[in-house]
């Protein structure tokens, strides 16, 4: 029986053109700065978002939590939404590792932030309180329904946070998506961060890894926090090899990723008990509950499909499907 797995883009497999780039990848010591691929891969990803540097790491959780830990210092307090990936699904690695505090403001429907409170977040000048460092956005919004930040709000958010001396960081796991759904190039959506994380293993297909971008000051010091958390790799071209295939021929795909959201979603929509929270959706995730008359239990839901080929999860009557 042919299986389809809906659990996530990360169950994305590496293309026959990865497979190739990865068995034929010049390789060296990235440690030391000696691997060619990861260094072309690096040098790709700052050039496609008019950066000045780029690191190759190998988780989005990673990339994360190293940019945080480099532009902040213990006891300095980030901004982000109260839905943010960062803040649900990271492990708390923030203020686990780096004794960062985090202060949430609510996710509206559109994934975006209030500005006023973003604006009304930023604390005084108050020895009590923590020091306000950083702003972090997301987009795509992963718990919002894949929504989409434009240009012109980021240009927004972001101008409010460097205006009282913050930073800001955007978690782009899938700002390809976002780019493509709304027809930008990728640079528009960053132009105004001091830092970018993407992830190459979602819809891009890769097998692995991710690449933070910002400025050569920064990605030198992300780089000694990289290998501090144990994440430098050595010979690890073989990785960044797909990266390269991916963008180069990634990237416009993932609109018929977003077309076949909107049919399924279109399709579940039909079925009665079934509500699609995210209707249309506007990237690649699809976000369904099932009505409350419904007496069918989310782990039954779960087994019915499996047993058809089809895998999916969902928690307290509420299922994503990507």
């Given at each position: 029986?042919?299986?389809?797995?809906?659990?996530?883009?990360?169950?994305?497999?590496?293309?026959?053109?990865?497979?190739?780039?990865?068995?034929?990848a010049p390789l060296g010591d990235d440690v030391y700065g000696?691997?060619?691929?990861?260094?072309?891969?690096?040098?790709?990803?700052?050039?496609?978002?008019?950066?000045?540097?780029?690191?190759?790491?190998?988780?989005?959780?990673?990339?994360?939590?190293?940019?945080?830990?480099?532009?902040?210092?213990?006891?300095?307090?980030?901004?982000?939404?109260?839905?943010?990936?960062?803040?649900?699904?990271?492990?708390?690695?923030?203020?686990?590792?780096?004794?960062?505090?985090?202060?949430?403001?609510?996710?509206?429907?559109?994934?975006?932030?209030?500005?006023?409170?973003?604006?009304?977040?930023?604390?005084?000048?108050?020895?009590?309180?923590?020091?306000?460092?950083?702003?972090?956005?997301?987009?795509?919004?992963?718990?919002?329904?894949?929504?989409?930040?434009?240009?012109?709000?980021?240009?927004?958010?972001?101008?409010?946070?460097?205006?009282?001396?913050?930073?800001?960081?955007?978690?782009?796991?899938?700002?390809?998506?976002?780019?493509?759904?709304?027809?930008?190039?990728?640079?528009?959506?960053?132009?105004?961060?001091?830092?970018?994380?993407?992830?190459?293993?979602?819809?891009?297909?890769?097998?692995?890894?991710?690449?933070?971008?910002?400025?050569?000051?920064?990605?030198?010091?992300?780089?000694?926090?990289?290998?501090?958390?144990?994440?430098?790799m050595r010979q690890a071209g073989v990785l960044?090899?797909?990266?390269?295939?991916?963008?180069?021929?990634?990237?416009?795909?993932?609109?018929?990723?977003?077309?076949?959201?909107?049919?399924?979603?279109?399709?579940?929509?039909?079925?009665?008990?079934?509500?699609?929270?995210?209707?249309?959706?506007?990237?690649?995730?699809?976000?369904?509950?099932?009505?409350?008359?419904?007496?069918?239990?989310?782990?039954?839901?779960?087994?019915?499909?499996?047993?058809?080929?089809?895998?999916?999860?969902?928690?307290?009557?509420?299922?994503?499907?990507?």
């Open positions: 029986m042919k299986t389809i797995d809906l659990r996530s883009d990360t169950v994305t497999l590496p293309t026959p053109a990865m497979r190739e780039a990865m068995a034929h000696e691997d060619p691929t990861i260094n072309a891969l690096e040098q790709r990803s700052a050039e496609l978002f008019e950066k000045r540097a780029a690191l190759f790491v190998p988780s989005g959780t990673m990339g994360n939590l190293a940019s945080i830990l480099a532009h902040c210092q213990r006891g300095d307090e980030v901004i982000m939404g109260n839905k943010a990936h960062t803040f649900l699904y990271e492990a708390g690695g923030i203020s686990a590792l780096g004794g960062i505090h985090t202060y949430t403001i609510p996710n509206q429907e559109d994934g975006s932030l209030l500005l006023d409170d973003i604006a009304n977040a930023i604390r005084p000048d108050d020895i009590h309180a923590p020091i306000s460092r950083l702003l972090v956005l997301e987009n795509t919004q992963n718990a919002c329904g894949g929504t989409v930040l434009t240009p012109e709000y980021t240009r927004q958010a972001a101008e409010i946070a460097h205006q009282h001396g913050l930073l800001v960081h955007i978690d782009g796991a899938r700002i390809f998506n976002a780019a493509v759904a709304q027809k930008v190039p990728v640079s528009e959506l960053t132009r105004e961060a001091d830092s970018v994380t993407f992830c190459l293993s979602k819809g891009l297909c890769c097998p692995a890894g991710s690449v933070i971008v910002g400025s050569q000051p920064f990605i030198d010091q992300v780089r000694r926090v990289r290998k501090m958390l144990g994440g430098g960044a090899a797909a990266g390269l295939v991916a963008l180069d021929e990634m990237i416009d795909r993932l609109a018929d990723d977003h077309t076949r959201a909107r049919h399924l979603a279109q399709a579940l929509g039909q079925i009665k008990g079934i509500h699609i929270l995210n209707d249309p959706p506007p990237t690649n995730m699809v976000y369904m509950r099932l009505d409350s008359d419904i007496t069918l239990t989310d782990e039954k839901l779960i087994a019915g499909c499996a047993a058809q080929g089809i895998v999916i999860r969902g928690r307290n009557g509420v299922f994503r499907l990507v």
